[in-house]
C-alpha cells in the first residue's frame, strides 16, 4: 500500500479538511470514501490563503470525477471552507496499490475484489475461494472487470489492476 | 501547415508543441467517438462494455492532452472548444483513427493496430522532456496496454476462429493495412519533437510496433499485408473522407446552438 501523505500533526485547518474528506463517498461504490480510495493526493493550505486539495482520476475518462469534485466542494462547504482550490495530480498514477486496507477490506464486504497486482490471484468475495474465472476484461464502471467464481457460481466485479 | 524548413533548428516553439499534443488527444478522440458507436450494438453485453469503457478512457485521455494542448497554445481554448469548435482539416489525428468501424472483426483490427501503437509510444513518452506530456502519458500507457490485451485477445480469437471470422479479419487487415505507414513514419515535426527529447523518434516505435503486431497477426493466424506505401497525413490535416461525416455527428450540438453549455 502507499502512504498519502497524512495530517497527523499537520495543522488543525488541514486536518478538518482530511476528516471532511473521509465523509465524502465513492458515488458509484458507496461503501469506501475518496481517501480509503486513495485518489486524495495532498492537502495544504497554500501562501493564497486557500485550501488546496490534490485529487488523481482513478482512470483518465472515469465519469465520477466531476461528481467526486463536486462532493467535495459540498463537503468542505459544510465545515465553512468555501473557494478550495481542486489541483489535478497525474503522477504517479493511480493504482489498486493506493487503496487503504480498510478500503481493501469494504470493498471486499461489500462484494467487490481486489487484484491485487496485473494479472493477480483474485478471491471471491463471498467464499473466498480462489478457483475464479474472468468473464470480461471490463465491467460496470471503468476500474472494474468481471469475473466469476467456479466454486459457489456467484459472479461479482473485481477492482482491476492495471 | 508546418514545413521541414519551418523546424529544422532552434528551440520548439507553442505552435509546434501545439501541433504535437494534437496529434495524440485527436487520436484518442476521433477513436473514442467511433467506438462510441457501438454502445448498445456490440455483439454482446460484455463486448458492450468493454468498447464503451475503453470510449472513457481514450476520451478521458483526449481530454488530459486537449487541456494541456490549450494552455500550450495561450489563446483561452479549453478541451471543449478544441473538441467541438475545430473543423476536419484542423484536426490532426492519424488517419487510420477514423475509419469507419465496418463490422466487429473490423473495429477489433483497427483498434489492435492502433493500441500497439499508442502503447510503445506512450512508454517512451513517459521519458519526454515535457514533464506534463509524461505524467499524461503515464496514465494512459497502462490504461493503452489493458486495451491491446483485449483487442489483442479478439484479433487472436477470431482470426484463429472459425473460417467465416478469419476472412472477415483478414479482409480487413487488409483494408486497413495502408494506414498503418503514417503511424510510422515521421514528418519534419516528428522528428523535431525528436530531437528535443519530447517524442521519442519514430524510428524506434516502428521497430516495437512490428514486433508486437508480428506476433499477434502470427498467432491469430493472419497473413500480414505487404509494407504500406505512405500517403496518409491525417496528422497534418489533410483526411479521408470519413473525418468530415464523424465530426458533423459529434460537433452536432456546438454547430446548432455555438458556446452551449449544461
Not at chain 1, 472487470?145 to 459457489?152: F, K, M, N, T
Not at chain 2, 503515464?138 to 484463429?160: N, Q
Request: hydrophobic letters at 40%.
Amino acid at each position: 500500500m502507499v502512504e498519502a501523505p497524512r495530517a497527523s500533526g499537520a495543522q488543525p485547518l488541514v486536518r478538518r479538511v482530511w476528516q471532511a474528506l473521509e465523509t465524502v463517498m465513492d458515488p458509484e461504490i458507496p461503501v469506501v470514501s475518496i481517501v480509503e480510495l486513495g485518489i486524495v493526493r495532498h492537502v495544504g493550505l497554500r501562501e493564497d490563503g486557500r485550501v488546496h486539495v490534490g485529487i488523481t482520476p482513478t482512470y483518465s475518462g472515469c465519469p465520477a470525477t466531476e461528481w467526486i469534485h463536486r462532493s467535495i466542494r459540498e463537503a468542505l462547504f459544510g465545515q465553512g471552507l468555501a473557494g478550495v482550490v481542486l489541483e489535478t495530480v497525474l503522477w504517479p498514477a493511480w493504482t489498486t496499490e493506493w487503496l487503504s486496507e480498510e478500503g481493501r477490506r469494504k470493498l471486499e464486504a461489500y462484494g467487490i475484489a481486489v487484484e491485487r497486482t496485473p494479472s493477480g490471484q483474485i478471491a471471491c468475495p463471498r467464499c473466498a475461494s480462489q478457483a475464479v474465472e474472468r468473464l470480461s476484461e471490463f465491467g460496470s464502471t471503468p476500474c472494474k472487470a468481471h469475473y466469476r467464481c467456479s466454486a459457489c457460481l456467484e459472479p461479482f466485479d473485481t477492482f482491476k489492476c492495471i | 501547415m508546418i514545413t521541414a524548413a519551418d523546424c529544422t533548428a532552434g528551440a520548439v516553439s507553442a505552435e509546434e508543441r501545439f501541433r504535437y499534443l494534437l496529434r495524440l488527444a485527436d487520436t484518442s478522440l476521433v477513436l473514442g467517438q467511433r467506438l462510441s458507436g457501438w454502445v448498445g450494438h456490440a455483439p454482446t453485453l460484455e463486448e458492450d462494455l468493454a468498447l464503451g469503457n475503453i470510449t472513457l478512457d481514450l476520451i478521458g485521455q483526449a481530454r488530459l492532452l486537449l487541456a494541456y494542448a490549450g494552455q500550450v497554445e495561450g489563446r483561452g481554448r479549453d478541451e471543449d472548444q478544441l473538441a467541438f469548435l475545430r473543423d476536419a482539416p484542423e484536426f490532426f489525428n492519424v488517419t487510420l483513427a477514423e475509419q469507419p468501424n465496418g463490422d466487429f472483426g473490423q473495429t477489433i483490427v483497427r483498434q489492435a493496430l492502433l493500441d500497439a501503437w499508442q502503447v510503445e509510444l506512450y512508454h517512451s513518452l513517459i521519458g519526454s522532456t515535457d514533464e506534463q506530456l509524461a505524467n499524461i502519458a503515464a496514465k494512459a500507457m497502462k490504461e493503452c496496454r489493458y486495451h491491446w490485451r483485449f483487442s489483442c485477445g479478439w484479433l487472436v480469437r477470431l482470426g484463429d476462429g472459425t473460417e467465416e471470422s478469419h476472412a472477415r479479419v483478414q479482409a480487413a487487415l487488409d483494408g486497413l493495412w495502408r494506414f498503418t505507414g503514417e503511424l510510422l513514419t515521421p514528418d519534419a515535426l516528428d522528428a523535431h519533437m525528436a530531437s528535443h527529447g519530447i517524442a521519442p523518434p519514430l524510428a524506434v516505435i516502428r521497430s516495437r510496433w512490428e514486433a508486437r503486431v508480428t506476433a499477434a497477426l502470427e498467432e491469430a493466424t493472419l497473413r500480414q499485408p505487404p509494407p504500406a506505401y505512405f500517403p496518409w497525413l491525417g496528422k497534418r490535416g489533410v483526411h479521408s473522407e470519413h473525418l468530415g461525416q464523424l465530426l458533423t455527428e459529434m460537433q452536432h450540438l456546438q454547430r446548432l446552438h455555438p458556446g452551449a453549455t449544461w
